[in-house]
């Protein structure tokens, strides 16, 4: 069995997970998009902080004595890694609502179209991870999905591309992120991140909501839309390229169209329906390799 099979399971598991995130957003959609971030960060980092330093108290303490027998050069990386994590995590996140709020909902989708392209080339040019043709076709696929699914304004394609790169370099930048668990790693990123938004929450909270459901619904979110799928990034980023990540991102638009079409009864026109075939085809395409290769060990 290919070991890197199971990663790329974690990798295709956290974006599946995403895609299905409209379930849980359309019951808040009465609210404030900065309300339902904040809470959402907030809940993470306690929840995730929770397990962490309480329920797996011993394992941090075990990750604690790794990190102090790591040289000074290697706890220099790992701090800084992580730490610029959480702030590309909170900047995705804080650009994407403002995009949304202030600029445009299409604008704010399209910047996770164009973010797979990104990662790949930034990929191959800042960590050195060789394309193979076909996967480079896959990639000129995806550019021409995108340019048919795109934005004509260039400041909407501007603030787009600032959305996509946040997400592609925390991706790149993870890569690295190696010498600590990944679940301690990402409980210091969301506390980075909330640390980051807490002086934001006064200027741009509306009001504390008062409803039990909105409650229910953050932590719902909070653990099953942000935790998990993000712990599953970072696992996966231990064996799979971070081109590979990027493509897989794919599948997240992909599910958020279908979900949109077949259940919300959303309309849509052939050339969304050809473009977004166009992408599915993009993902095979890069994969195929990985495909091919399972299917070859499970016939031996």
């Not at 808040?28 to 809940?43: T, V």
């Not at 704010?108 to 193979?132: D, R, V």
């Not at 640390?195 to 934001?200: A, H, S, T």
Request: with cysteine; charged share 10%; aromatic share 16%.
């Amino acid at each position: 069995m290919d070991t890197k099979i199971p990663y790329f399971a974690a990798a295709l598991g956290s974006f599946i997970i995403w895609g299905f995130i409209s379930f849980c957003l359309h019951p808040l959609h009465l609210y404030n998009s900065a309300d339902i971030l904040f809470f959402r960060i907030f809940f993470s980092a306690g929840i995730i902080s929770m397990v962490t330093f309480i329920l797996r108290s011993k394992n941090f303490q075990k990750q604690a004595g790794i990190f102090k027998n790591l040289s000074s050069q290697q706890k220099k990386q790992t701090v800084l890694l992580t730490v610029l994590g959480g702030i590309l995590l909170t900047a995705n996140w804080f650009f994407y609502i403002y995009v949304m709020n202030q600029i445009s909902i299409k604008a704010a989708s399209f910047a996770y179209l164009i973010c797979p392209i990104i990662t790949a080339i930034l990929a191959s040019l800042i960590l050195k991870e060789k394309l193979k043709l076909i996967q480079w076709i896959a990639v000129a696929l995806s550019m021409i999905s995108c340019v048919m699914l795109g934005t004509t304004s260039f400041i909407e394609l501007l603030f787009s591309l600032i959305v996509a790169l946040s997400y592609a370099f925390y991706l790149i930048s993870q890569k690295r992120n190696s010498h600590i668990e990944k679940f301690v790693i990402l409980t210091f990123q969301m506390i980075s991140s909330a640390v980051l938004l807490l002086p934001f929450f006064p200027v741009f909270s509306t009001q504390i909501p008062g409803e039990i459901s909105f409650y229910l619904l953050i932590v719902i979110l909070a653990v099953v839309f942000t935790i998990i799928p993000l712990l599953l990034n970072l696992i996966a980023l231990k064996r799979i390229d971070s081109a590979t990540m990027g493509i897989l991102l794919y599948i997240n638009p992909l599910l958020n169209f279908s979900i949109a079409f077949f259940y919300f009864h959303e309309k849509a026109n052939s050339a969304q329906f050809l473009a977004y075939s166009i992408l599915l085809l993009s993902i095979v395409l890069f994969n195929w390799n990985t495909f091919s290769k399972n299917s070859q060990t499970q016939k031996v």
